[in-house]
């Protein structure tokens, strides 16, 4: 046989020996020794229950067991982990630090006492201080969050003029100092560039009534002949209004009062703050104040209510603007001066003015 025919395809013309053909199909072996193997038992498949179901469970996750069940028989089934008790209701928190605002609360009370029954004047100088870091604090959140320059130096000795001409001359005395304020902020604003001056000068002249104007009116409930007392009485029912709105709202508050500008006040605690400021309107003017009624003090304790409600909603609407929680860090627990002062400065002209109704300024 020559190379050729083993390339040949093998068509009609070419004739292969059967004993080819039967080597190149049959087994490698020999027919006697294929006679002696035995064929393998067909094992017919036992239905596993679930095993289906887990088949496709652990398909693809690299799961080593088809089922749930022990990989042996002398194995244990895992017991399942038992579940976690839940964790029991957390109480209400107040959102500050209640210790250091009580201490720092303590301290400014302190302050204010000394300083109110034993020297006026020093009790002048606390708010001059009070005002011009207000101001300060004011002026700094718009600068930072809004990019508004309201000018501080004219704002902070016009301010503490204003304190001063109130105490000093009263009504008249506080209105001249508010517009030569205005005038000052103005004239300082015109030595930097055009740019956002209305700006600028509108928010200088909204704090300098915002702040020392209102402040004014604290300075002239001392000068009266009870002036201590009245002062007193003013910050009494302005801390009691706080006082009750929070412990109310907080114990039993469930309706808020204003969602979209303070979320925590709620209609009991108003209802709380009227109902503390009253009974302590009539006890303070019946015991405080000189020729003061107690239905007088009912009055007055729900004019304080408002008022103070009404600041603090106002501070709150100016900080969300801003975009921020509080105006200042100076007072632990309390934030800064003006997020004291969110209630005082709107309540001291309305208590002033019911003063003057009832018992007269002098």
């Known amino acids: 046989m020559n190379d050729s025919s083993w390339g040949a395809p093998q068509g009609a013309g070419h004739r292969v020996a059967p004993e080819m053909r039967a080597a190149a199909a049959g087994p ?10 035995r064929p393998m038992p067909i094992v017919p498949d036992v239905p596993d229950a679930g095993r289906d179901a887990e088949d496709r469970d652990h398909r693809g996750q690299g799961a080593g067991r088809l089922s749930g069940g022990p990989l042996f028989r002398d194995e244990k089934p895992q017991e399942p982990m038992p579940t976690a008790p839940p964790p029991p209701p957390q109480k209400k928190r107040a959102g500050r630090d209640l210790g250091s605002a009580i201490g720092v609360g303590l301290g400014l009370g302190a302050l204010v006492v000394v300083s109110l029954f034993f020297v006026k004047a020093v009790f002048v100088g606390v708010i001059v201080l ?26 902070a000795v016009g301010g503490a003029a204003m304190v001063v001409a109130g105490y000093a001359r009263g009504a008249e005395g506080a209105w001249v100092a ?11 604003r015109m030595t930097q560039p055009p740019e956002d001056y209305l700006r600028d000068v509108t928010a200088g ?20 002949a009870d002036g201590p007392q009245r002062v007193l ?31 925590g006040k709620t209609r009991e605690g108003l209802f709380g703050a009227v109902g503390f400021a009253m009974v302590a309107g009539a ?10 009624s107690w239905w007088q003090g009912l009055l007055l304790g729900l004019a304080v209510a408002a008022s103070a409600t009404l600041g603090d909603l106002g501070e709150s609407m100016i900080k969300r603007d801003l975009g921020i929680k509080d105006m200042g860090t100076l ?10 002062l969110d209630s ?19």
Not at 205 to 223: K, N, S
Not at 239 to 263: C, E, M, N, Q
């Open 331 to 340: 007072l632990p627990g309390h934030g800064g001066i003006m997020d004291r």
């Open 283 to 292: 006890l303070c003017m019946q015991f405080l104040i000189d020729d003061g």
């Open 130 to 155: 009070a005002v011009v870091v207000g101001l300060w604090e004011l002026t700094s959140r718009l600068d930072e969050r809004k990019g508004i320059k309201a000018p501080l130096v004219p704002l």
């Open 233 to 263: 009485t003013f910050l009494l029912l302005t801390v009691v209004s706080d006082t009750g709105a929070y412990a109310v709202g907080w114990r039993f508050g469930k309706h808020k009062l204003a969602p979209r500008i303070s979320p």
């Open 178 to 188: 508010m517009a030569l304020t205005a005038l000052a902020v103005l004239v300082w």
């Open 28 to 37: 490698a072996y020999d027919v006697h020794d294929a006679q002696q193997t």
């Open 205 to 224: 002249v909204f704090a300098a009534f915002y702040v020392p104007f209102l402040a004014t009116f604290v300075a002239m409930l001392l000068t009266a």
């Open 344 to 362: 005082l400065l709107p309540t001291a002209p309305v208590v002033w003015l019911l003063m003057v109704l009832f018992v007269g300024s002098g």
